[in-house]
């Protein structure tokens, strides 16, 4: 197996050597848990290949010079400021978790340099860039995958292979609550920085599109940034209503989510990665008559696994042509069109059509009801 090279994007970049080489750029949490994770793995002693979680060489690439010196000393690898420079540097595949407005041009250039990039989500703040990245990737025949992580996320993978069974029966309405108290971000607001994780998750646990979608937004503490937001769509079969808002301090930080099917509902608590509750609860029909029944509740623990390290390493293999995708390009710039919708939506207070054409961006028209 080539080495491969795998770079870190977020406000800047980084390089990784992973029997593919890598590239990161600095700047938030998330940034830090990638270096964190990939800070984990063995240094190289000699070439390895085939070894999935083997980081043989790491660079860093950030545009702010004494932040990437730093972060390069503290790692003992090498540093460059430019990712215009990673194709030169050997680099394979790159993740870039730069600020969203910069991710079309970032990841098209490494993308035209013959790097294969796993881009932070939203995968663009436009559909029609989120396509045009989907295009590219597939005319430069490289691998493009989008942070989408929740697909990742253990509790939830376990209640999509339940579903995917039949457990549930069938799935009738989805309830997502994302809530906490703090400032609004200067550049996106919450349909692009949380819904754009449940408009996802709502079509990866239903394997569908929603039909027609409404969306409401706030946008006071900050003007044209988005604070709170509800999104509802509507499937053939099923609704689900997502709930996003910075402006909530009863809960501390919520993240959850429920899902009511025929026979059983699920809960699961996103803060809480490995737990899945199951209800036991139904309305039976008897003798003409409907009654809810009951039969209490069971706890499953799925399996512990690290969703950003999953994330990473399904992307590392996909780029070595040895496993395919959870959330590649495609899936990524569907979840844009939605959110583009969601938006447009809200400015008008209509209910849109949603008119999903696969591998090409959703439209919406409004509603004639």
Same mark, same amino acid.
């Given at each position: 197996?080539?080495?491969?090279?795998?770079?870190?994007?977020?406000?800047?970049?980084?390089?990784?050597?992973?029997?593919?080489?890598?590239?990161?750029?600095?700047?938030?949490?998330?940034?830090?848990?990638?270096?964190?994770?990939?800070?984990?793995?063995?240094?190289?002693?000699?070439?390895?290949?085939?070894?999935? #979680? =083997?980081?043989?060489?790491?660079?860093?690439? !950030? /545009? *702010?010079? &004494?932040?990437?010196?730093?972060?390069?000393?503290?790692?003992?690898?090498r540093a460059v400021t430019d990712y215009a420079e990673l194709a030169a540097l050997g680099v394979d595949a790159a993740t870039v978790s730069t600020p969203?407005p910069t991710h079309h041009e970032i990841a098209t250039t490494l993308l035209e340099d013959g790097i294969d990039v796993l881009v932070e989500k939203p995968?663009?703040?436009?559909?029609?860039?989120?396509?045009?990245?989907?295009?590219?990737?597939?005319?430069?025949?490289?691998?493009?995958?989008?942070?989408?992580?929740?697909?990742?996320?253990?509790?939830?993978?376990?209640?999509?292979?339940?579903?995917?069974?039949?457990?549930?029966?069938?799935?009738?309405?989805?309830?997502?609550?994302?809530?906490?108290?703090?400032?609004?971000?200067?550049?996106? #607001? =919450?349909?692009?920085?949380?819904?754009?994780? !449940? /408009? *996802?998750? &709502?079509?990866?646990?239903?394997?569908?599109?929603?039909?027609?979608?409404?969306?409401?937004?706030?946008?006071?503490?900050?003007?044209?940034?988005?604070?709170?937001?509800?999104?509802?769509?509507?499937?053939?079969?099923?609704?689900?209503?997502?709930?996003?808002?910075?402006?909530?301090?009863?809960?501390?930080?919520?993240?959850?989510?429920?899902?009511?099917?025929?026979?059983?509902?699920?809960?699961?608590?996103?803060?809480?990665?490995?737990?899945?509750?199951?209800?036991?609860?139904?309305?039976?029909?008897?003798?003409?008559?409907?009654?809810?029944?009951?039969?209490?509740?069971?706890?499953?623990?799925?399996?512990?696994?690290?969703?950003?390290?999953?994330?990473?390493?399904?992307?590392?293999?996909?780029?070595?042509?040895?496993?395919?995708?959870?959330?590649?390009?495609?899936?990524?710039?569907?979840?844009?069109?939605?959110?583009?919708?969601?938006?447009?939506?809200?400015?008008?207070?209509?209910?849109?059509r949603v008119d999903a054409v696969a591998g090409s961006p959703a439209r919406g028209r409004a509603s004639q009801e």
């Open positions: 197996m080539p080495p491969v090279a795998l770079a870190f994007f977020d406000s800047v970049g980084y390089i990784l050597h992973y029997n593919l080489r890598a590239s990161v750029v600095p700047a938030d949490a998330l940034r830090r848990h990638r270096h964190r994770i990939l800070g984990k793995q063995p240094r190289p002693r000699g070439r390895r290949t085939g070894r999935r #979680g =083997v980081i043989d060489e790491v660079s860093l690439c !950030d /545009v *702010d010079e &004494s932040r990437v010196a730093e972060l390069a000393e503290s790692y003992d690898v969203s995968l663009a703040l436009d559909s029609t860039e989120a396509w045009d990245l989907v295009s590219t990737a597939d005319e430069e025949d490289r691998t493009l995958a989008v942070g989408h992580i929740f697909r990742h996320h253990p509790a939830l993978c376990e209640l999509k292979r339940r579903i995917d069974r039949g457990e549930l029966g069938r799935v009738k309405y989805l309830a997502t609550n994302r809530f906490s108290f703090r400032a609004p971000r200067a550049t996106t #607001g =919450v349909l692009y920085s949380l819904a754009v994780h !449940d /408009v *996802d998750v &709502s079509n990866y646990l239903l394997n569908d599109q929603p039909e027609w979608l409404y969306c409401s937004t706030d946008s006071i503490v900050r003007e044209g940034i988005d604070e709170t937001a509800t999104v509802v769509l509507e499937y053939e079969d099923a609704t689900s209503v997502i709930n996003e808002s910075w402006q909530v301090p009863v809960f501390g930080k919520r993240r959850d989510l429920v899902v009511v099917g025929s026979e059983k509902a699920a809960y699961i608590d996103y803060l809480d990665d490995t737990v899945l509750e199951l209800y036991d609860s139904r309305i039976v029909e008897r003798d003409g008559s409907l009654s809810a029944r009951e039969e209490g509740k069971q706890v499953f623990e799925a399996p512990t696994a690290e969703p950003l390290r999953a994330e990473i390493e399904e992307f590392v293999a996909a780029s070595q042509g040895q496993s395919t995708l959870r959330a590649p390009g495609s899936v990524g710039a569907r979840a844009v069109d939605l959110l583009e919708l969601a938006e447009r939506s809200a400015d008008r207070n209509e209910t849109l």
